[in-house]
């Protein structure tokens, strides 16, 4: 399915256009505008025309549509370097619950401009990293 959107998504209606954005690249499945809270000049949101909360919900066609939009607007940026996120769930920070690809350009010339992270690195020993391994493993 192409398209399927909800009538009270925020997301949704920009889509239909009945909010208005900073409309960037188009597609069949997908939707691209700049992010009105940006990190940096040019932080970019690419949507897909489906609605879905979370990225696992999405049928293959609109996610294989993002990559290559997210592609042409990180060269369009014009900054090197840069950062896709994509947060699922709101304690993993997702305010907006229809799937969204941020696109953040990363300024060398100040820290605290595009995206910022921790990065809580955790130790597990084999034993347990083979059975985390198994678990998810056996679901795929
Ligand atoms: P997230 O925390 O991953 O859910 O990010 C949601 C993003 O959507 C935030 O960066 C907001 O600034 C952005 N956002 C919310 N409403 C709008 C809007 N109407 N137009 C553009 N960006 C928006
Ligand atoms: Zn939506």
New binding site residues.
């Given amino acids: 399915m192409a398209v399927k959107q909800l009538a009270s998504c ?2 949704c209606k ?1 889509i239909k256009g009945e ?1 208005p ?2 409309k960037l690249i188009e597609t069949e499945f997908s939707f691209s ?7 940096s000049k040019g ?1 970019a ?1 690419i949507i897909p025309k489906y609605h879905a909360e979370k990225l696992h919900e999405l049928p293959d066609e609109h996610l294989t549509d993002v990559l290559p939009i997210a592609k042409k607007i990180a060269a369009a940026q014009g900054v090197p370097d840069y950062n896709i ?3 699922n769930g709101r304690i993993a ?5 229809h799937v ?1 690809f ?1 696109v953040i350009p990363k300024p060398s010339t100040s820290d605290d401009e595009g995206l910022v992270i921790g990065w809580p690195v955790k130790k597990f020993e084999k034993d347990e990293m083979e059975k985390i391994y198994d678990a998810i493993k056996q679901k795929l």
């Fill in positions: 925020i997301f920009i909010i954005s900073y505008f700049l992010d009105i809270g940006p990190l932080h949101l996120l994509q947060n920070h997702q305010e907006v619950p969204h941020h």
